[in-house]
């Protein structure tokens, strides 16, 4: 099977950092981080995933000061499991000089009623944080990416995408291929201003089973965070959501991009940007060269056609749908018959396995194949009443849906 979008080093980051996915409250949440404190250094920092506190029944994260007080005043940070907004404490927001006066451009520092941080980051504040925290050496990255590519081929992964690669990567891969550690397929597709360092060194390791095989580009956020980018409001919180890219920055990536004859992977979740994608897309005359829309969870009926007419790749994650449900139904409950709508993409033109692909987007959530085919087959979770369906009309059956992973 093909893995159409992974994040290879966060994987194997990911399962070495504290996992709160099974946390159902911010007490719950509390207290796995301090169970690590025995094991720590004074100085070790506290890193942890999916969080999930919107369905807690208390919907608040925890406050800088109570992770302080859990860790014993260490560095802890821990995201949302969207990867969209984190929290951290005081000695990682000290560490990254994040201050009630700091200003981080498409970030967001949460305050108090005192004006002073909460902890709470969103977006490219979380980023920020995130970025400070000190990097893995060489031969930790080499360990994580590993256990990554283990971990996805014994799920059944024999083709996998990087759809974030850093300039690093493709050597690492290179070099676990050449000892023999791994035999899976890559396409690495590394941030279009991580192009230039990319090329530098990719005639030292591209091969027959590893190639740069495009860029990457962010247009918007995320649904859980309302930061996706909306045609219409959101039902609740009436915003449209955050743009991440101009139309112009958006051209020029695709102009970078096409220069070295590589294709876009555009991060695109609600219908504006997707539209501005395809628009983009059009205007470079970027047609027909595998661009690639990521996620797309929002189409508007006007869109559905331009995909296949501008030659362009859908590339969804179904199984994120099984986690959105409830933030489907709060912010876009009027509009749920144009979530992933798969069905219509295949009518238009788009071919399961070639123009319409599958992949999970891991770590943010777990790799499984069974969650996409789940989403794709049923469009709800396992233990819901049908009538909770979302969208039922764009179902596929399981084999387009296993053709979409190019199961053989
Ligand atoms: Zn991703």
Redesign the pocket.
């Known amino acids: 099977m093909r893995e159409a ?3 290879l080093f966060q994987l194997g980051r990911s399962l070495t950092m504290l996992d709160c996915s099974g946390c159902d409250s911010r007490q719950a949440l509390l207290e796995l981080v301090g169970s690590c404190n025995e094991s720590l250094a004074k100085n070790d920092w506290v890193l942890a995933h999916s969080a999930r506190p919107e369905s807690w029944p208390d919907p608040h994260w925890p406050t800088r000061q109570e992770l302080d007080h859990a860790s014993d005043g260490r560095a802890v940070c821990v995201w949302c499991f969207d990867y969209h907004s984190m929290a951290a404490s005081t000695a990682a927001l000290d560490h990254a000089k994040i201050t009630s006066d700091t200003i981080i451009g498409r970030g967001v520092i949460e305050l108090d009623s005192d004006g002073s941080p909460t902890g709470v980051l969103y977006e490219h504040a979380a980023l920020h944080l995130w970025s400070s925290v000190p990097e893995p050496d060489a031969a930790h990255r080499r360990a994580f990416v590993l256990s990554a590519c283990l971990h996805l081929k014994e799920l059944g992964y024999t083709e996998v995408h990087d ?2 690669a850093q300039p690093w990567l493709g050597q690492v891969v290179s070099d676990l291929h050449t000892s023999s550690q791994i035999d899976q397929r890559f396409k690495l597709y590394p941030l279009t201003k991580d192009l230039g360092e990319t090329l530098a060194t990719a005639d030292q390791w591209e091969s027959d089973h590893l190639t740069l095989a495009g860029t990457k580009i962010f247009t918007d956020g995320s649904l859980n965070s309302r930061t996706a980018w909306m045609l219409d409001p959101y039902t609740d919180t009436k915003t449209t959501g955050t743009p991440m890219m101009s139309p112009q920055e958006i051209d020029e990536a695709m102009l970078i991009s096409k220069r070295h004859n590589l294709p876009v992977a555009a ?1 695109a979740i609600g219908d504006a940007a997707v539209r501005a994608v395809l628009d983009s897309i059009e205007r470079t005359n970027c047609t027909d060269m595998n661009a690639r829309i ?2 797309a969870e929002l189409i508007h009926p006007d869109d559905i056609q331009r995909f296949a007419q501008l030659g362009v790749i859908a590339s969804i ?1 179904p199984c994120h749908l099984l986690p959105d449900i409830e933030t489907l139904h709060a912010g876009l409950a009027d509009r749920l018959d144009r979530v992933l709508p798969m069905r219509a993409l295949i009518d238009a033109g788009l071919v399961p396995g070639e123009s319409l692909i599958f992949g999970s ?1 891991v770590p ?1 959530v777990r790799a499984d194949h069974e969650d996409s085919i789940q989403a794709a087959v049923h469009r709800r979770r396992v233990n819901m009443p049908k009538s909770e369906s979302i969208g039922i009309d764009q179902a596929l059956t399981i084999e387009e849906s296993l053709t979409c992973f190019n199961a053989h």
Do not use: F, P, S
């Open positions: 979008h992974a994040h759809l974030k991060h990521e996620h994650q987007d943010i």
